[in-house]
């Protein structure tokens, strides 16, 4: 859904890209909740997806516009840091509330909290400063500019030669940060190390930890310090690298602190640093096609989790189970998949 995401953000608007996608991710989550068949909490959880996919690059969208180009990269830090937040409340508080209400009416009240949020949303939101009458910041205004229509933008975007190192870049550094952060990290930690679901919960929570906080850090360090976005983003490719080697070449001989700054560094490194991705392909382009630019590019992360997660996999499947556990040797293949990614990437 990210190049209708961004199709729609620079044509029908975020505001009302936003409000109609989170009804029907609202629409989901009922039904996922109420559902009385597998097939049709599949059919659930597929609109939620649909609905919460049109989140994120509508933001987008919405911060070129009322932000000023140099405050793009902390708004979007900020941006990033909220969503580590939801990261966090999904694990352990959702598991009280389930817990408390049972998963059904769990899902029930996710959703009606959506739909609260769609409300609100349409009330609040609008698409850009001069929707109230005000005057836009002068960098990002689209106003007396000429249009680009929604195929100008798509091929603006394709052909631009410096979007395609951004976008590989993309997949390989999200590839790891998914495979790990996304799959993989638990039942590695539960099947080598013998942790706890609990104990690799709380270290895997790094990862959301590190995304909260290295989102406006990159950013600051970006606009403030360095005043360069290749450079952040090569030396934290450099930092994924290392951890990906030693994921890699020291699997099984890792002490537990180590593993809490793997996961740190990964939500720091790995995942925080998406910051200045996005911030540097919006640069690119204008500001009239933004959501054009950050939905094409955010493919590619999506692209990177969904291929490598089963390329994981397969490494695994390959050596074997002692039991129910996958084997040392098989986690051992996996992680150099994960390095071999960090290598491109870098």
Sequence with gaps: MQLPAGLLSDS??????????FIVAFIGSIVLGLAPSVSLAIIGRTLVGL??????????KILAEWFHASQFAMMTGILMALGGLGSLIAATPLVLLSNWIGWRMSFVAVGCF?????VLVWLIVRDRPSDMGWPSPA????SAKPSITLKQGVIKVITTF???????????????FFSYGGLWGGPYLRHIYGYSKAQSGQILSMLAIGMIVGSPLLSYISNNVVKSRKVVIVFCSAVVLCISGILAFNTAAIPLPVHYLICLGLGIFGSAIVVIGFTTNKELFPVQ??????????LFPFAGGAVFQPVLGYA???????????????????????????????
């Design 289 to 298: 096609m933004a959501g054009t630019a950050t939905g094409l590019v955010n």
């Design 12 to 21: 029908w608007g975020p505001r009302n890209t936003i409000t109609v996608f």
């Design 162 to 176: 410096a979007f395609w190192p951004i976008a590989i870049w993309f997949f390989f550094e999200m590839g790891i």
């Design 316 to 346: 695994l499947e390959k050596q074997g189970k002692i039991g129910d556990a996958f084997t040392l040797a098989g986690y051992r293949n996996a992680f150099m998949v994960l390095f071999a990614c960090g290598v491109i990437a870098l």
């Design 114 to 118: 959506t739909l609260n949020l769609a």
């Design 51 to 60: 609905g919460v996919a049109m989140l994120f690059v509508p933001t987008m």
């Design 139 to 142: 960098e990002t205004s689209s």
